[in-house]
């Protein structure tokens, strides 16, 4: 029998094996739906420290999955990874961890000991920092931690910088510092080439992977987890793609780790979420926990973007392109501080268009809106429905409105008058998202395009409302706030964040679906540990939030804490 079966291989599963592994006398096995990614056999896309290409490829992704994302549109492809690392090996790499008043709140919202001198610890386990020390920093962790030299910092991220400056945003030393307002050189986890490093690389290296009492199955879906009784004692499992019969893995303690999204869906098709909704799918119930799935959680975001000139062009298009961040506060009645987040990225995207455009990419860094993950059938095979119910909170849309008169502010200053062009407003749309996906055709469309921006002279702003924006304008928007507000809502996107669907929360509270060890309630033997545990949202890439919250996990379920 396995001592620790870790269902999902993603940033916190593979942080689960490497950590429950270092037990000698326990056995450890790791189940992966999608392929193998080991230091040796990494792909160059998901190996660059630039990773425009390796989110968009299909064979890092869950495929047929879709969301919606905002109001009555329809759903649209959502990105999720399907390989082992999961997240971390094809985010952007951002290594940021919120404020200490994010973990203040989980504690205040039930989960009993997460609060931030608790955390802090963990965050600290888990990192390398290169460039700063103190209290506040690691020196000994899987994740090495660096900021780009201002050497390779492109001119237009420079610019827009000191345009912040001069508006009153400041320039600040560490994004993992104080938490305060102001500019900074964004923290990135690369390795001392440069290169990305996952999970699958930096926790599952070579000597942990060598370590005779772990086991990693990848290529390997979970059909559902496996009772007896109300102890979970196992899973069903069957090779992915295959066409064989399911296997049953048997353990002491099952641990879900499948994603925010995932996690919740297997789980319900275990039986254990709204009792209605699993009745009515022919799913016996185990444990009627109606939170399965609810307190979907995102970052929302829009852009402001413009033409470069030449001369204001990244000279380094293999570097990482989000070098820097601008944190800032709304001051909305019912925020806190710091609630606002914009990336400023030297290119838009990996293609030629892309290296073309500089951009601001906002998102709401402490949303309020709330989402729900609902199970579709009983077949694994089956994605769930997504609704993440964007700017339902009436201030989600409001501090969104807030940052595209934000960014075209910045970017219309004066002092970036030799920095860029013609400015437009932008986001992940899924026309953007199916134009960037490599292939002959669409490699055709991107060079005409870009051969038109750089010669079109004059006609460059009609060319882009043409062609780019479908008539829509800045300066039509900050016009009209009706027509601002209906464009936010068209154009809102996500950030890749999804959080919450497994929430901690106190015994009491009947949405709540695990306590503060992760252990589901309900039912023994059963627990989650990843991103959907969050009560609310940090104000962070949640990649390293999650990173921590598995070492911690993982400390619980050895006895150290």
Known sequence: MIDYLILGGGSAGCVLAARLSEDAGKTVCLVEAGRNISRTDMPAAVRSRYPGRAYLDPANLWQRLTARISGPAASRRYEQARLLGGGSAINALMANRGAPADYDEWHALGAHGWNWQTCLPYFRKLETDCDFGGELHGASGPLRIQRAPWARVSPFVRAVLATLDARGHPRRDDQNGAWEDGTFIGSIGVSEAGERIPTSVCYLDDGVRARPNLTIRTDTLVERVLFDGKRAVGARIRVAGGDGASETLHAARVIVSAGAIHSPALLMRSGIGPAAELAALGIEVLADRAGVGGNLMEHPSIAVSALLPRAARTPFPDEHHEQAVVRFSSSLRDTVPGDMHGAILSRSGWHSVGYRLGTIFFWVNKSYSRGRVTLTSANPHDEPAVDFNMLSDARDLERLKLALRFGAATLADPLMAKHRATLLPSSYSPRVASVAVPGVWNALQRGTLSALL????????????????????????????????????????????????????????????????????????????????????????????????????????????
């Open 454 to 561: 750089d010669c079109a002279g004059p006609l460059r702003g009609w060319l882009v409302r043409r062609l780019v924006t479908g008539g829509v304008t800045l300066t039509g928007l900050l016009a009209d706030d009706q027509a601002l507000t209906r464009f936010v809502k068209r154009s809102v996107g996500g950030t890749w964040h999804p959080s919450g669907t497994c929430r901690m929360g106190a015994a009491h509270d009947p949405l709540a679906v695990c306590d503060a060890q992760g252990a589901v309630y309900g039912v023994s033997g059963l627990y989650v540990c990843d991103a959907s545990l969050m009560p609310s949202i940090p104000c962070a890439n949640t990649n390293v939030p999650t990173l921590m919250i598995a070492e911690r996990i993982s400390d619980q379920l050895r006895g150290r804490v």
